[in-house]
């Protein structure tokens, strides 16, 4: 196999080029020293294309879920609606209830988008506004993509001190995302996704208001305090030992993205495997979630044979796909298509996926 194609196709971690992978085996150098600011530097300077802001952007050494946890801690202390249309929208109520906030709900069948005009009549409906909305830019359970910027324009205008805080992790650098122009508060992203990185880091963006949210919250806890990090990235660096070798890989694939593929060309290399996932597979697979929200990382595909007989069959001809998540485990896989890999990957795989469909 060339070194450019992939077998691999799950929705996360995701397929990583092998140049990256050297990245990660360069030396190490001391968190504290001129090598590392020169290297956090060139990251932060990326960072704010990528996330289209001129605000604060950090890299915290752990996954996803950890920055959930993180804009909750540092934007909320009393109320937050979770806004939920599948498994990893539903994660954010779970870690809302630890925290102990009181938390509604504003949910969706799974396979839909949340509505932007329902979100606007549940916030006018309320006397006292909430801390924080979430909205999940891309839920991997289903492949649906929430219309952010339409979400985000219901809570600015419905109820302007609730801050947006928005889990990207299967959209950044996959799917348009515009943090300044959208009036996003917190947005995340781990790295195994749309930024193809091993796991093991995120990326956040964190506008001066929630930044000003923070400041009043009397416990912010310690490793994940947006100012502590502010601090530090002022300074040139984080607050405390990060993972090194992903620092390297980042700045790498932050030079690949951004000037090498280029950000435009990435999100239409995206869409264009969204649209040959769901037209090669249609013979015998159905689209699970509504195709006008269809994500462009990730499809969830409900096949006439069992999908786990598929899953094997396609693991035997030594490609991987993703299994059903959650409750939709029984009735579909799903194909990751994000990050890097090429059209030339997903079409060699999507042959023998129809092959080994016909049975
Ligand atoms: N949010 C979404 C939309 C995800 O897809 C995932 C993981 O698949 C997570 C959050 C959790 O991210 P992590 O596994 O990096 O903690």
């Not at 937050?80 to 630890?98: D, K, M, N, P």
């Not at 992903?246 to 280029?262: K, P, S, V």
């Not at 597979?281 to 929200?293: I, N």
């Amino acid at each position: 196999m060339s070194s450019s194609m992939s077998n691999f196709f799950i929705p996360g971690p995701t397929w990583v080029r092998p140049e990256i992978l050297q990245e990660m085996s360069r030396p190490m150098i001391g968190h504290r020293g001129a090598e590392f600011r020169e290297l956090y530097a060139r990251i932060a300077a990326d960072l704010k294309p990528l996330f289209a802001t001129a605000q604060d952007t950090f890299v915290v050494t752990a996954t996803g879920t950890a920055l959930m946890e993180a804009a909750l801690v540092n934007c909320a202390n009393r109320r937050i609606l979770v806004t939920t249309c599948g498994a990893f929208s539903e994660r954010w109520l779970q870690i809302a209830e630890s925290l102990g906030l009181e938390v509604d709900r504003l949910a969706v069948e799974w396979g839909e988008a949340i509505d932007p005009d329902d979100l606007r009549d549940h916030l006018a409906s309320r006397r006292v506004p909430y801390d924080a909305v979430t909205l999940t830019h891309n839920e991997t359970s289903t492949g649906v993509t929430n219309d952010v910027a339409a979400l985000a324009q219901a809570v600015r205008e419905e109820s302007p001190d609730t801050l947006v805080l928005v889990d990207a992790v299967s959209s950044l650098a996959g799917i348009p995302l515009r943090f300044d122009d959208w009036g996003l508060d917190v947005c995340f992203a781990s790295v195994q996704k749309g930024v193809a990185l091993p796991p093991g880091i995120a990326l956040v963006a964190v506008s001066a208001k929630a930044l000003a949210r923070a400041r009043k919250m009397p416990y912010r806890g310690t490793y994940f305090d947006f100012l502590n990090y502010k601090k530090h990235a002022d300074e040139g660096g984080v607050p405390s030992t990060p993972s090194i070798p992903h620092f390297y890989a980042l700045a790498a694939q932050l030079e690949h993205i951004l000037r090498g593929e280029g950000l435009e060309a990435r999100f239409a290399r995206h869409e264009q495997m969204r649209e040959t996932t769901i037209a090669r597979t249609s013979t015998f697979a159905k689209l699970a979630s509504d195709r006008a929200h269809a994500s462009a990382t990730v499809s969830a595909l409900a096949p006439v044979r069992p999908p786990e007989e598929l899953r094997a069959a396609m693991k035997k001809r030594g490609y991987t796909l993703g299994g059903g998540y959650g409750k939709w485990k029984e009735t579909t896989f799903r194909v990751g298509h994000m990050g890097d890999i090429t059209m030339e990957s997903l079409n060699a795989m999507l042959d023998v996926l129809v092959e080994v469909a016909r049975g």
